[in-house]
T-cell receptor
Framework: DGGITQSPKYLFRKEGQNVTLSCEQN?????MYWYRQDPGQGLRLIYY???????QKGDIAEGYSVSREKKESFPLTVTSAQKNPTAFYLC????????????FGPGTRLLVL | GNSVTQMEGPVTLSEEAFLTINCTYT??????LFWYVQYPGEGLQLLLK?????DKGSNKGFEATYRKETTSFHLEKGSVQVSDSAVYFC???????????FGTGTRLTIIP
């Protein structure tokens, strides 16, 4: 079964700690995206990558970092610089990064202890 | 820039009622328009899409027509079911700005 997996489903962060959210896809898609979802605010783009070893900032990149060392993997690190990290994080991918449909993973909920 | 405005929620309807969720957009050129659905605790799934004016997207009894003259893409369903309870997002992208722009979402609850 092709799809996008995100892990863990729930993640807890302590103050001053960096945490990494995993996103893996076996769809052979070139482009991958990270979104943040807050109640009543829809989805906001954090980072996106259209090819391996290249990525661009989205609308709310501050306090986050990413890497794209492999086509199938696009991990997101929430750094200690992100002062309000509590949110639902969604990973998505498209075949070529153009106007195609985006396919989403099941999401990771990040909570601050 | 691109923007999407959705009907404020939450929306509560009885089973078998008619559903409309309004969506209007601002974009240059000819955007592609999407409706995504999010069930509780899950990611988003594509519900339907339309890529040019007057196109009608449809899926699972839901429909939306791309109206360029009114810059709208309203979601409709003739008879809703309890299983349709979810959050619905309108979204768009276009050439030169391929990133998806989302509306704020509309929470729909269907009561038996």
């Amino acid at each position: 079964d092709g799809g996008i997996t995100q892990s863990p489903k729930y993640l807890f962060r302590k103050e001053g700690q960096n945490v990494t959210l995993s996103c893996e896809q076996n769809l052979n898609h070139d482009a991958m995206y990270w979104y943040r979802q807050d109640p009543g605010q829809g989805l906001r783009l954090i980072y996106y990558s259209q090819i391996v070893n290249d990525f661009q900032k989205g609308d709310i990149a501050e306090g986050y970092s990413v890497s794209r060392e492999k086509k199938e993997s696009f991990p997101l690190t929430v750094t200690s610089a992100q002062k309000n990290p509590t949110a639902f994080y969604l990973c998505a991918s498209t075949p070529g990064g153009g106007l195609e449909t985006q396919y989403f993973g099941p999401g990771t909920r990040l909570l601050v202890l | 820039g691109n923007s999407v405005t959705q009907m404020e929620g939450p929306v509560t309807l009885s089973e078998e009622a008619f559903l409309t969720i309004n969506c209007t957009y601002t974009a240059t050129g000819y955007p592609s328009l999407f409706w995504y659905v999010q069930y509780p605790g899950e990611g988003l799934q594509l519900l339907l899409k339309a890529t040019k004016a007057d196109d009608k997207g449809s899926n699972k009894g839901f429909e939306a027509t791309y109206r360029k003259e009114t810059t709208s893409f309203h979601l409709e369903k003739g008879s809703v079911q309890v299983s349709d309870s979810a959050v619905y997002f309108c979204a768009l992208n276009n050439f030169g700005n391929e990133k998806l722009t989302f509306g704020t979402g509309t929470r729909l609850t269907i009561i038996p």
